[in-house]
């Protein structure tokens, strides 16, 4: 029988690909900890029934409130094994943005990670009487919880008391059917529920699966928000159901430590890591001495231009190979071994990943297999894969799945994919997806002759100057970030007369800088407004402003003392810029790039 069920594929999966290391979860202790494939299974069938002990019915909806770790998957499938719907909240979002949510979708219990975030939920509760239930992974002060570990109970002693037949482990349930409302993140404004069935996801996944290959003894590390679609559907569902074994990083902060301590063979990332890395790796060349930094860009340049040759079809020659060898041997070996050894492949997904970045990494023998998507489709609409790879671009069409190019050239996706519609807004889903299935999906860009699809920028990001130019900020933001001393970039300019740039310096590079040339400065502040530093940054500009056309080169900078975060409102949570947030908070520096202008509002 077919699979199209989220159900029906964790179960196929623990049976199918049976391992003692289904799941891994750092331990207070510090050590990791496996759970095998048939404690999974035993797991999720407890929480199943304990929560249709607490009346809790099927098509009634449950929310996710919580940081990654082990519970939030067991949750998600003892919800859907229930027959309802998971609504997963960023553990980061402010309070008000948490009730709009509850009040939104009115789910009949939510279950949150920490004290913490239980805290966020306990002045709501008054004045939402549908939310009858909420359930805490750990112990906190607040009487009127039930802890994770008691439901787990609740549910082991049913099961004892009558075992279920295998068939009746989940609710039947309609493939059609929602099984998840997933807030996007949003800009601006208020988030919309996206409302995805469980065939959305498992068409999404069986696509997946057919284009990329998995090994038995494949590990993935797991780090961005389950949250987020592409984690879930990707580094969750697709690698689960392929066998793969999933380990959670501890925080974000603790990646570095994690990678070594599970030596993953597959990492799902958004650019922003791999730009981090790239930018370390970089330093760490830079401030070598010779011969060691030689050999780098040696070494470097040379994989470059391997990959190139690669992605044109055509074969290095055995001298390139002899030399190719030399690299590994003098540089990338030592790469790979920093992100645990065994990496096989890695995702790049949710925004566009800068192409020397990728044929570096591609270069060390570390593909990146960069893809397409939004929350509304699943999330992938295009990928590449090791058959067909194209630097620079988001990939082909998976399977089942149809990519056209609108007049204003906004990219329409149509698929089975394709989210049902937005919860409680049928206004706002009839402004994105038409009669007919095609979903506009709010980004610019084109096909080339052999239907790779390459992302120009956001449609709503779009720069048009006071002088009619229309400019997409992304690849000139992307084209600065591969400079050691930049850590990020956001350009100005919309109704403007030309574009200017808010520039985030790399500041551990930029102190190691100041040092080197005995800048004493008292802190972060005095040391961008160094003159060698605004000198040094100048020099920057003017190099990426070379490669421009005279309408898009940047004409003036600030740089900003700090990086942009998500607690500071500037970043979503899947570590997007926030341009109207950004505009609005640093307001003043920018209309000081502009004395001559009125301010543009």
């Keep these: 029988m077919p699979i199209q069920t989220i159900p029906e594929l964790f179960q196929a999966a623990v049976r199918e690909f049976p391992r003692p290391d289904c799941f891994s979860y750092r331990d207070t202790d510090g050590t990791y900890r496996d759970v095998s494939s048939d404690e999974a299974l035993n797991r999720v069938r407890a929480l199943r029934l304990g929560l249709r002990s607490l009346g809790i019915k099927p098509g009634e909806k449950v929310a996710l409130l919580s940081e990654n770790r082990l519970e939030w998957a067991l949750s998600d499938l003892g919800i859907m094994c229930a027959g309802c719907v998971t609504v997963p909240i960023y553990p980061t979002l402010l309070e008000e943005t948490i009730a709009f949510i509850l009040e939104d979708c009115k789910p009949a219990a939510i279950m949150v990670s920490t004290e913490e975030q239980a805290a966020k939920i306990q002045p709501l509760r008054e004045r939402m009487p549908f939310l009858r239930e909420v359930v805490t992974f750990e112990p906190t002060r607040f009487p009127e919880t039930l802890t994770f570990a008691k439901l787990l109970q609740i549910g082991r002693n049913l099961a004892e008391q009558n075992p279920p037949a295998p068939a009746e482990e989940c609710e039947q349930t309609d493939p059609h059917a929602p099984c998840s409302i997933i807030y996007t993140s949003g800009t601006t404004g208020n988030p919309k529920g996206v409302v995805l069935s469980h065939w959305n996801f498992v068409s999404n996944v069986q696509a997946i699966r057919s284009i990329i290959r998995f090994e038995p003894d494949d590990r993935c590390l797991s780090f961005l928000p389950l949250s987020h679609v592409l984690e879930r559907m990707a580094g969750f569902y697709t690698t689960l159901s392929s066998g793969v074994g999933i380990a959670y990083a501890q925080r974000m902060d603790t990646v570095p430590v994690d990678i070594l301590d599970v030596k993953p063979t597959i990492m799902i990332s958004v650019p922003r890591l791999y730009e981090k890395i790239y930018a370390k790796v970089l330093a760490l060349a830079m401030s070598a001495g010779f011969p060691r930094k030689n050999i780098f860009f040696w070494a470097r340049n040379l994989g470059i231009e391997a990959a190139e040759l690669q992605a044109d079809g055509k074969r290095p020659s055995a001298w390139m190979k002899f030399r190719l060898k030399i690299a590994d041997a003098l540089v990338f070996k030592k790469l790979r071994a920093k992100l645990g050894g065994r990496i096989r492949f890695m995702v790049s997904g949710g925004a566009p990943l800068n192409p020397k970045i990728n044929k570096f990494f591609n270069a060390a023998g570390m593909t990146i297999l960069e893809g397409y998507g939004l929350t509304e489709t699943s999330p992938v609409l295009t990928c590449n894969n090791f058959g067909a790879q194209r630097f620079g671009s988001v990939g082909r069409a998976i399977p089942d799945t149809e990519i056209r190019i609108a007049e ?21 889903t009839r402004e994105i997806l038409d009669e007919d299935g095609w979903l506009a999906t709010g980004d610019i860009g084109h096909l080339d002759e052999d239907g790779f699809l390459f992302i120009t920028d956001r449609k709503k990001d779009l720069i048009v100057t006071a002088g009619g130019k229309n400019i997409a900020p992304q690849p000139i933001e992307n084209a600065f970030v591969t400079d050691k001393y930049v850590a990020q970039v956001v350009v100005i300019g919309d109704r403007r007369q030309y574009l200017t740039a808010l520039i985030i310096p790399d500041l551990e590079n930029l102190r190691e800088f100041a040092r080197g040339r005995g800048i004493d400065v008292a802190g972060d502040e005095q040391l961008i407004a160094d003159p060698a530093v605004q000198a040094l940054f100048e020099g920057i500009v003017k190099r990426q402003n070379h490669n421009l056309p005279g309408f898009s ?26 341009r109207f947030a950004i505009a609005k908070k640093y307001a003043a520096v920018i209309a000081a790039m502009y004395p001559d202008e009125p301010e543009v509002g």
């Design 408 to 428: 204003d050239g906004e990219i329409m996706g149509r698929g089975p994919q394709v989210m049902l519609g937005y919860f409680n807004n049928e206004a706002a």
């Design 553 to 578: 080169q940047i004409k003036k900078f600030t740089l900003l003392p700090r990086e942009l975060t998500l607690d500071g409102g500037e970043l979503t949570p899947t570590l997007k810029v926030k």
